[in-house]
């Protein structure tokens, strides 16, 4: 399976984060931080010219679950979405939580965990998106 999951969107890069701060409240997760890499890296003297910003999210019952499950997975979270303008295209994706976590541990109940979260954050990306379904990439 795919490690990313990545959505296109209609959306223009302001529109698109609007709407997953929306989509984010919305199923139950909160934004802990905004990251706008494409401004920190221009404030920075680089020369890139592409927009990307990473919303770090969370589910705190979701992230209770985890953490009891291994402290130690607390280093796997927030979860991140990011929005990010390629070639004039708006995009809006993440790399999967249910990969990342379970290349962590073996526990069956994280396993149960995140497929949870995994399906949620899709849900979440898929509304920020505007339409289903939606072209994948």
């Not at 069956?108 to 339409?131: D, F, H, N, P, R």
Request: hydrophobic fraction near 45%.
């Amino acid at each position: 399976m795919d490690p990313f999951f990545i959505l296109k969107t209609d959306y223009g890069f302001e529109q698109a984060s609007s709407a997953l701060e929306a989509a984010v409240t919305y199923h139950g997760f909160g934004v802990l931080a905004i990251h706008d890499l494409g401004q920190i890296l221009r404030l920075k003297g680089t020369n890139f010219v592409e927009e990307c910003r990473v919303f770090e999210v969370c589910n705190p019952m979701q992230a209770a679950r985890v953490m009891g499950i291994q402290i130690k997975l607390s280093m796997a979270l927030p979860f991140r979405i990011c929005i990010y303008i390629e070639n004039n295209q708006t995009y809006i994706g993440m790399i999967r939580p249910g990969n990342l976590l379970l290349a962590l541990s073996p526990d069956e109940e994280l396993k149960s965990v995140a497929t949870e979260v995994e399906c949620s954050m899709i849900e979440i990306i898929q509304k920020a998106a505007g339409s289903l379904p939606c072209a994948t990439i």
